[in-house]
């Protein structure tokens, strides 16, 4: 095992120091302390180990750990007892958010903590364990030359659903079609900001930038639009591989280009499109970028470079949620200021409401701010 080229995670079994590869795609250091776990331990024991920072290297029945992993959630989901007097002030819409968080972070460290066994061939070698090799070489990649490995049982389910939706797709009305989106790469689920490109009005254009394009699905809706050629970007190889099969299996190779670049590409169009992440927070894990910009890197490498990208009489359309405003984590001014600074004026914006079952979910502790979002397509021209 070449220890050097990825972390390692160590623990003692049978009277032995033993170690594996460790996978996270979520970016955690392996836990640093081991214990092996079985059907005997209880779920009460097993979440103060938890708690601790204890983690549980399986060695049960599959399906076992996967009812034990529904109780350590059930656990770490109660609600603390409220004090008798609480005169306490409720939280900004800023300060929810980051408890919010906060809660997220913890449950997810907590639940993390149970850990199984991956054979080089990314084979489970537990009782009644699932055959998961197929997704687990679409998140992590050919087992050639792979090693035995150990990877979070929360994680490893998060590659079945991965699988299943890469496997089956997500049908996007105004493709008529599916979008069969990759581990890792953000899901078109929420369709409001597609169908704001469906309808917006478009005069016809011979060229097109789509900039961070993800799984495709907005070029591949200028495409069936009628625009002639669309160059689109991103950096992550995942994004990359996804965005041309989806392009592929639409049969829209000849409209569509796919290239690697930070941003833009080279040269102006006469429209630009850009879908960034909607929130100015810093991403917990690599996995949540595509909902997480920190200090709204990607809006504002946009904004900034758009004027530089686009034709004299060309628009630039920015698809972006007013959640961020709605949390206390950007201002509208902030925003339009942006646009001035770049050389830009607003030409038109289209908006819509969030159709997402959270919009109208009570219970979510940013109910507020989900309750008033908005989606704009903001057109952008150079001023």
């Given at each position: ?13 049978d ?11 979520s ?8 214990l092996?776990g ?7 024991a ?13 060695r049960?029945?599959?399906q076992n750990?996967?009812?034990l ?7 770490v ?7 008798k007097?609480?005169?306490a ?9 980051h408890?919010?968080?906060?809660a997220?972070a913890q449950?997810?460290r907590?639940l ?9 061939d990314y084979?489970?070698?537990?009782r009644r ?23 979070s ?12 939706w ?19 790469v953000f ?10 490109v469906?309808?917006a ?6 060229l097109a ?33 996804c965005?041309?099969?989806?392009i ?19 040269g ?7 879908n960034?992440?909607w ?11 595509a909902v ?5 890197r ?14 004299a009489?060309?628009?630039g359309w920015?698809l972006l ?6 949390l206390g ?9 942006a ?14 409401r ?6 109208a979910d ?5 109910h507020a ?6 989606t ?8």
């Amino acid at each position: 095992m070449n220890s050097g080229t990825y972390p390692v995670i160590t623990w003692n079994e049978d009277g032995e120091a033993r170690a594996a590869r460790w996978r996270s795609e979520s970016g955690n250091p392996p836990p640093r302390r081991v214990l092996i776990g079985d059907d005997q331990i209880s779920a009460d024991a097993a979440y103060r180990l938890a708690r601790e920072g204890t983690a549980l290297l399986w060695r049960g029945d599959f399906q076992n750990a996967r009812q034990l992993l529904q109780a350590l959630a059930r656990r770490v989901e109660r609600k603390p007892r409220k004090a008798k007097a609480d005169n306490a002030l409720a939280p900004s819409p800023s300060e929810a958010f980051h408890l919010h968080r906060q809660a997220q972070a913890q449950r997810a460290r907590t639940l993390a903590m149970l850990l199984l066994p991956l054979d080089a061939d990314y084979g489970i070698p537990l009782r009644r364990a699932p055959d998961l090799r197929q997704a687990c070489a679409e998140a992590y990649g050919p087992t050639e030359g792979s090693d035995p490995s150990v990877v979070s049982l929360r994680e490893l389910l998060g590659l079945i659903g991965a699988h299943e939706w890469r496997k089956k797709g997500v049908e996007v009305p105004a493709l008529g079609a599916r979008i069969h989106p990759h581990y890792g790469v953000f899901a078109p689920i929420r369709g409001e900001y597609v169908d704001l490109v469906a309808a917006a009005r478009l005069s016809p254009v011979t060229l097109a930038f789509d900039i961070g394009t993800g799984t495709g699905v907005l070029a591949a809706v200028l495409a069936r639009r009628g625009t002639a050629h669309i160059v689109a970007t991103d950096q992550d190889p995942r994004a990359l591989a996804c965005a041309r099969e989806n392009i592929a299996r639409l049969g829209l190779a000849e409209q569509v280009e796919v290239i690697q670049a930070d941003l833009f590409p080279a040269g102006r169009a006469p429209l630009v499109v850009c879908n960034p992440p909607w929130l100015p927070a810093r991403p917990s894990s690599p996995l949540e970028y595509a909902v997480y910009d920190p200090d709204s890197r990607m809006l504002r490498g946009f904004i900034d470079g758009l004027a530089a990208h686009l034709t004299a009489d060309g628009e630039g359309w920015l698809l972006l949620s007013d959640l961020a405003e709605h949390l206390g984590l950007r201002s509208r001014a902030e925003l339009l200021a942006a646009f001035d600074a770049a050389g830009l004026k607003v030409v038109g914006r289209d908006d819509v409401r969030p159709r997402h079952p959270r919009a109208a979910d009570t219970s979510d502790p940013l109910h507020a701010a989900r309750a008033a979002e908005v989606t704009s397509l903001w057109r952008l021209a150079i001023r």
